[in-house]
């Protein structure tokens, strides 16, 4: 059964399919596109199509770009050429016969697969791929390729239905499509194979394409860790049995003075020069250092408090971080009471601050410090804070987040218990006894809080 916009009903749900013109086949790396809709409704169906049909027309229309006249020529001769070996394979012929075509193949195989190795275009891995598959029919190894219906879910069905269960935050799904379209052009050769052809060579290619490019070690490994996480997915759903990404990993270093891109905390002596810079600011590029320095609070928590966040809880001043309109918080663990530390009522002034706000009519505490197209707020506060405070720490490893690891290590040093220490931070524990009751108390936590110091 079938309609318009391509749509067809296989089994119970309804698929979009396109054939790729042959000029393109090449270079895009597959014949046709068969993707599924998920849906059994038709209206439904013909609305996900738009969208299939709007992304793979950019996808040809990039393909139309790189395609010169002379490789649309060479293209057409790649996509005929597995037809015209194949036609060659069902001839009758002597075991001698077969043996010279055997030896014709074979130093075919060498010359394609070493032009690939020196030029490895799309084309270029096509053209080896034929003469391989070739080659395993002579010599009776080969198996017939797995129907679509059989081979399974595409890597971007895959990651569709890992967003839809996981629902993670706008800027994470955005990222992680970007690095899914990533890998399918630089590993994929631009084709959305089913996840059960994906193998640990196409990891690898990933990873090498990434590192040609230039790219940190560091985002290199969250391009890995994306993929490793949603095959994984697949492979606890029951899509695929192995996940071909595990093991996969950058051995190279950044290039930074030690070998480590990681974020690096301040010393005691550089937090206090920051801070006292800060000092001599106003509004939120004054307060929120102070904040992060006697609260170990993310960026995102302090930047999105409103004038109702800052309470009295049980006689303690408190920060209450919880989900609100203006931010999502990042895990269930970080729902949490944080006591403010007298430092920022009596040297900050944060109370007062906050009463001018409330005076002026404001709902958030720093209604300056906005968020960008993911809802992420402070994004734009990070890197201004970075460029200034590089003024006074020249370590680009040390930056807003560095606070949060500071305080960690305060905390550490002065023997504060690591329960105490992860329900002030919000940490998470996959320890049992912490998952009963309702935690610490805000006297207790104040406790922790005053033993922050500089």
């Not at 009903?9 to 309804?14: A, P, Q, T, V």
């Not at 399918?184 to 590192?211: S, W």
């Not at 729902?335 to 709902?363: C, D, M, N, W």
């Not at 218990?417 to 207790?444: I, K, N, T």
Request: some cysteine; overall charge positive.
């Amino acid at each position: 059964m079938g309609f318009s916009l391509n749509i067809v009903l296989r089994g119970r749900l309804y698929h979009w399919r396109k054939a790729v013109p042959v000029a393109l086949r090449a270079v895009v790396g597959q014949r046709e596109w068969i993707v599924s809709l998920r849906t059994s409704d038709p209206a439904v169906a013909r609305q996900r199509a738009h969208a299939v049909a709007l992304r793979v027309e950019k996808i040809l229309s990039d393909a139309k770009r790189t395609a010169s006249p002379e490789n649309a020529a060479r293209a057409w001769k790649t996509a005929t050429l597995r037809e015209d070996l194949q036609d060659r394979i069902r001839r009758p012929r002597s075991d001698e016969e077969l043996d010279v075509e055997m030896s014709v193949i074979l130093d075919e195989l060498e010359k394609a697969t070493n032009t690939a190795a020196k030029q490895p275009t799309a084309m270029n891995r096509a053209r080896r791929d034929a003469f391989q598959e070739v080659l395993r029919r002579l010599d009776g190894t080969w198996t017939p390729q797995q129907t679509d219906e059989d081979e399974g879910v595409r890597l971007s069905e895959l990651f569709l239905r890992w967003e839809t269960e996981t629902r993670p935050p706008a800027k994470t799904k955005w990222e992680w499509d970007k690095i899914r379209q990533r890998f399918t052009t630089l590993a994929l050769a631009g084709a959305d194979l089913p996840v059960k052809r994906i193998e640990r060579k196409h990891l690898v290619a990933f990873k090498d394409a990434l590192l040609a490019e230039n790219k940190s070690p560091a985002t290199v490994s969250k391009g890995l860790a994306a993929v490793k996480s949603v095959l994984s997915f697949g492979v606890n759903n029951g899509l695929l049995q192995t996940n071909a990404a595990v093991g996969v990993k950058v051995a190279r270093k950044s290039n930074g003075s030690n070998g480590d891109d990681r974020v690096l905390p301040y010393t005691v002596e550089e937090a206090r020069s920051v801070l006292e810079a800060a000092s001599k600011l106003t509004d939120h590029e004054r307060l929120l250092p102070w904040i992060a320095a006697y609260s170990g609070m993310r960026l995102q928590e302090a930047g999105g408090l409103r004038i109702e966040d800052v309470r009295p809880v049980d006689g303690v001043w408190c920060f209450s971080i919880e989900d609100t309109e203006v931010r999502r918080i990042k895990t269930a663990s970080s729902r949490r009471l944080v006591p403010v530390s007298p430092v920022l009522i009596e040297q900050a002034g944060l109370l007062a601050y906050r009463e001018q706000q409330r005076a002026k009519g404001e709902t958030r505490l720093f209604p300056d410090v906005s968020a960008d197209r993911h809802g992420i707020i402070g994004a734009a506060y990070s890197k201004w804070y970075g460029r200034w405070a590089r003024k006074i720490v020249g370590d680009r490893r040390k930056v807003f987040h560095s606070w949060r690891h500071l305080v960690e290590d305060r905390l550490r040093d002065a023997g504060v218990p690591e329960d105490q220490r992860d329900a002030l931070l919000g940490h998470s524990s996959s320890r049992m006894g912490r998952r009963y009751g309702q935690g610490f108390s805000v006297a207790v936590l104040l406790e922790v809080v005053k033993r922050i110091a500089y």
